[in-house]
């Protein structure tokens, strides 16, 4: 008899303590059916009951900031890219996820670095993406790993109507890659803490960056004029190009074409002092700072980035997953395998409020490098990192 009442009595304590939850999300179609299959599962196994609504993406970041101090806004964001974190940090209304994770150690460390602001994990990462190099097996059977052996292929499949490789040379985002290679940066990361007064932009790499981009174009005769993304894409799903450097997001367009695809890192350029590390952009769970369920809402974070969460949500959207169990298990997949390596060989995007400075001068700087041979980099990209300190003081 004492047994079953206190069996009772925690039953009656389960009830009592189970939390209803809100979750803002932006997702949509088959990633907003696994959503809601996992608060199901979360509160059959939990009690606790989740309110899924639906929150137009750009919309998101406003809304916080201005229902979260109200009491009106969710438990949970899921998802918010990591760019808006430091914003979102300086405001109050997301609260640090330290205490709640106590292993980290299936997470992509990029992933949680992209997370991290001034030391504090504010957001647990959910997917990534990366750009990568892109080939076409029929035209590149094997992924060139050296700078001399990526010439090669490219100058062999270049002419009559064919390139041998392509991308939008003018896009700061996806050339971020070479430039660290080179040491250039945005912001000097120290231990974690970007330094906003010490942009990297203007220094000897970033030159040689700028000078290796420029060659590609008016050296080793490789990239037009006139070529942006879209027309990288068209070229290569048409089989006219053999290689191109791109995301995730045009992996749909490329598997409807039936090329054989091949992806892989881009090789270390010429001279650089370090490896190819591209830009990588990571979408988290964020916790309101207001909530006043935040370990439900933060186990509920956990659940859907934990492995079979991850596979099964690769499986809904095709986002490359953080989990790196969930990596192994997907290991069959290129497209998951091939961005994996890159998302984990990369940098991410700085995550703080500056960040907002730096895009339009240093995109201008970038475009205007590819715009004619031999140009004064060192000139161009010094006024770019002069209107950016302007921008931030």
Known sequence: ??????????????????????????????????????????????????????????????????????????????????????????????????????????????????????????????????????????????????????????????????????????????????????????????????????????????DKAAAFLNDLRYKYNLVPEGVDGGAAKSAFVDGRAAMILTGPWDMGDIKKAGIDYGIAPFPTPPGASGKWSPFVGVQGAMLNAYSKNKAAAAQFAREIVKSDAQVSFNKAGGRIPVSLSARTKLKNDPVVAGFGRTISMGTPMPNVVEMGAVWAPWSNAVAQSVQKPNQNYSQINERAVQEINKNIK
Do not use: C
């Open 1 to 206: 008899m004492k047994k079953a009442l206190t069996v009772l009595s925690l039953a009656l304590l389960g009830s009592a303590s189970a939390a209803n939850l809100t979750v803002w999300t932006h997702f949509g179609g088959a990633e907003l059916a696994w959503l809601r299959a996992q608060a199901d599962a979360f509160k059959k196994a939990t009690g606790h009951n989740i309110q899924l609504v639906s929150v137009p993406f750009d919309q998101i970041p406003d809304k916080l900031i201005q229902s979260a101090p109200k009491g009106q806004g969710p438990d949970l964001v899921v998802t918010l890219p990591q760019d808006r974190l430091g914003q979102l940090a300086a405001a109050g209304v997301i609260d640090s996820m330290d205490r709640y994770v106590t292993s980290r150690s299936d997470l992509d460390r990029t992933a949680l670095s992209a997370m991290t602001y001034k030391g504090k994990l504010f957001g647990l990462p959910m997917f990534a993406e990366s750009v990568a190099l892109i080939y076409n097996k029929k035209l590149v059977p094997q992924a060139p790993t050296t700078w001399a052996q990526f010439l090669s292929a490219a100058q062999k499949n270049t002419g009559n109507g064919r390139f041998g490789f392509l991308m939008d040379l003018s896009n700061a985002y996806m050339n971020y890659g070479v430039i660290s290679a080179y040491g250039g940066y945005v912001f000097k990361n120290n231990n974690g803490t970007l330094n906003t007064k010490d942009v990297g932009l203007a220094n000897a790499g970033a």
